[in-house]
C-alpha cells in the first residue's frame, strides 16, 4: 500500500471518530438538557438559577449578571457541590461555548435533576449584561 493511500485511510479515520463524537456529544445534551437562544435565556434569567460552569478564575474576568459559580471539574470531583443547586427551579447552564455545560447537564440529570437549560454559543456570544470582578 503507498504512502497516499495509507494516508487517505488515516485521515477519513480521524474524519470518521470526530464525526462519531459530535454525534455522541450532540444526543447525550439532546438526553441532559434543552438548549436556549439568548432571547430564550434573557426571558426567564430571573425565574432561573444562573450557573456558570466554566472556571473560577474564568468566572472572575466576567461572567452573567446573576450567575453563580459552580465549575464542572469541581463538580465531578466533588458531588456535594451540586447540593448548592435546587431541585425545584429550572437550571440555566454556560460556559464558554457548550461542552462543559453539556457535561454538567449529563451529570446533573444522573443525579435526579430534570428542568436543565443550556445557553447556545455560551458566553462568548453572549450580548447581555456581564459583570466583571
Known amino acids: 500500500m503507498s504512502f497516499l493511500a495509507t494516508l487517505n485511510i488515516f485521515l477519513f479515520s480521524i474524519i470518521l ?9 450532540y444526543f447525550m445534551r439532546k438526553r441532559s438538557a434543552t438548549l436556549l ?15 456558570d460552569v466554566r ?3 474564568e468566572f472572575n474576568r466576567g461572567h452573567i449578571m446573576g450567575a453563580r459559580s459552580v465549575p464542572y471539574t469541581i463538580s465531578k470531583a466533588h458531588k456535594e457541590y451540586l447540593t448548592a443547586i435546587r431541585k425545584d427551579k429550572p437550571i440555566y447552564l454556560y460556559d464558554n461555548r457548550t461542552n462543559m455545560s453539556t457535561f454538567m447537564a449529563k451529570l446533573l440529570k444522573k443525579e435526579g435533576y430534570t428542568d436543565i437549560y443550556i445557553l447556545k454559543g455560551g458566553y462568548t ?9
Do not use: P
Open 37 to 51: 437562544t439568548q432571547e430564550e435565556f434573557k426571558e426567564n434569567l430571573r425565574n432561573a438559577q444562573v450557573i
Open 55 to 57: 472556571e473560577k478564575e
Open 125 to 133: 456570544d453572549w450580548a447581555g449584561k456581564t459583570k466583571k470582578k
Open 17 to 25: 471518530i470526530y464525526g462519531l463524537y459530535r454525534l455522541y456529544f
